[in-house]
């Protein structure tokens, strides 16, 4: 475990435990054979593999993260360390991890918005090559294919090879004062035209804001505007192979229009400087009646020492423009370095194996975790204390979509985040920072070698 966490010097206790309980089952009266039998064969199953090291950020969810590995070391005896890091050095301490000669990682905490690289790249092992048999739980969520790659369209798709498995199940939710919303009998929205008749009757700052956007940086929840208006970023056509930049079109206008709108007319003055961390305080703080944003945040509308809404929240599904709804995959795979020792990589895939059972995902959501399991949102949707936003987790996931994942994805995700930026402090007008923008993805694609549609 980490090096702060008390329980690494239970390790060996528990190692020693595991002998001495299996001499005392084995001679225990009233234990029919069976039950020795498999209480014995149990324990020598246990610390049967290499001990592994982690690399993980420090997050919100890192809690439930380290309770899980807990749970893992009590469980089986096999050894793990967590190298804790900032998310901001988590990408260059993979990238030296796998070009190495041996990585000093066996798993590798991957963010979404750069793990296509180590897929692209090789830089992580195919499930199936640890363990050919290996099939994944058809209740463990894919999040429109993240798990997967398939190399000769260099993307991930439905039918790719299994690369990474999913840790945190970030997606985001549409949040309300349920409180408020009751008071006044209004209806949960489905829709953005909804959200602003909301917006209007509760608007009334500085005590209360109807909407707010995260502006700071705006690309992740702009996206779910973008899809639910019929484009996106980027599309990749599988029938033909060929990709579009989504940016230029009247869809485009409209969903950024509508974007700006609403952030603009019932968000706070400083709308253009309000990130995750300002959105989450607003809401907390009890000055914000709805907003959008990624699911992590619900545990802190629980905590007391953080919150004046305890009690008075409630989450759905993120509304939708003309064409749909949509909630943007924001997760975390877990992947396991090409450059290991055969043993390393099995030790690793048997703690993910472990890690993505139902029961372990339980404790780990219990925890404060984000689980990736269809059937722990439902099981948990009626819980007293979480069952708010695990509801609207569990109906969420048919709406779930992917973000670019191409290896240049970081790339693309700079370009939105300074045009649309433009256009928030209106320096540029939308219609110009979108064509900027267009012009700049469609610049990344050619240079990448894509198949790519001309721009209109």
């Not at 390393?344 to 219990?366: C, G, I, M, N, P």
Request: glycine share 8%; proline share 7%.
């Amino acid at each position: 475990m980490s090096d702060h966490n008390p329980k690494l010097t239970r390790r060996h206790f528990l190692k020693g435990a595991a002998a001495a309980t299996g001499v005392l089952v084995a001679s225990a009266p009233g234990v029919s054979f069976a039950q020795k039998a498999s209480t014995i064969n149990f324990l020598r199953q246990r610390a049967q593999v290499e001990p592994i090291t982690i690399l993980i950020n420090d997050s919100p969810w890192f809690p439930g993260f380290e309770v899980l590995v807990n749970n893992y070391v009590d469980a089986t005896g096999n050894d793990v360390n967590l190298n804790v890091t900032p998310f901001a050095g988590m990408l260059e301490k993979s990238r030296n991890a796998v070009l190495g000669d041996e990585s000093e990682f066996d798993i590798l905490n991957l963010n979404e918005q750069w793990y296509m690289p180590f897929y692209a790249g090789g830089l992580v092992k195919p499930i199936t090559e640890i363990k050919p048999d290996f099939e994944l739980d058809p209740n463990i969520i894919e999040y429109d294919s993240a798990t997967r790659w398939d190399p000769n369209v260099r993307y991930s798709t439905p039918d790719g090879a299994i690369y990474g498995l999913p840790i945190n199940g970030n997606i985001q939710l549409y949040f309300y004062r349920r409180d408020l919303f009751e008071e006044e009998g209004v209806a949960v929205p489905n829709t953005w035209d909804e959200v602003e008749t909301v917006a209007q009757m509760f608007h009334n700052p500085p005590e209360m804001h109807g909407w707010t956007i995260r502006s700071k940086p705006p690309n992740f929840p702009y996206q779910a505007f973008l899809e639910s208006y019929g484009t996106s970023v980027i599309r990749l056509d599988l029938e033909t192979g060929a990709w579009s930049v989504g940016l230029a079109g009247p869809e485009a206008i409209e969903a950024t229009n509508m974007f700006l709108h609403l952030g603009r007319t019932y968000g706070p003055a400083n709308y253009a400087d309000m990130g995750q961390a300002e959105n989450m305080a607003l809401m907390a703080s009890g000055r914000l009646a709805q907003a959008h944003m990624v699911c992590a945040v619900a545990p802190n509308f629980d905590n007391e020492d953080q919150s004046v809404v305890v009690g008075k929240m409630g989450a759905g599904v993120v509304p939708g423009g003309p064409v749909s709804r949509a909630t943007m995959s924001g997760i975390w795979v877990m992947g396991i370095p090409h450059n290991l020792p055969e043993a390393r990589q099995v030790a690793a895939l048997t703690f993910l194996e472990w890690a993505l059972s139902k029961d372990a995902q339980l404790d780990y959501t219990l925890a404060g975790g984000i689980p990736v399991r269809q059937d722990v949102y439902e099981e948990l949707a009626s819980d007293e204390k979480i069952g708010w936003w695990m509801k609207a987790m569990a109906d969420s996931t048919p709406y779930i979509k992917a973000q670019p994942r191409l290896a240049e994805t970081p790339q693309i995700i700079e370009v939105i985040d300074r045009r649309i930026g433009q256009a928030i402090v209106d320096e540029l007008s939308i219609e110009e920072a979108l064509q900027e923008a267009s012009k700049e993805i469609q610049a990344i694609l050619e240079a990448g070698e894509y198949n790519v549609t001309p721009l209109e």
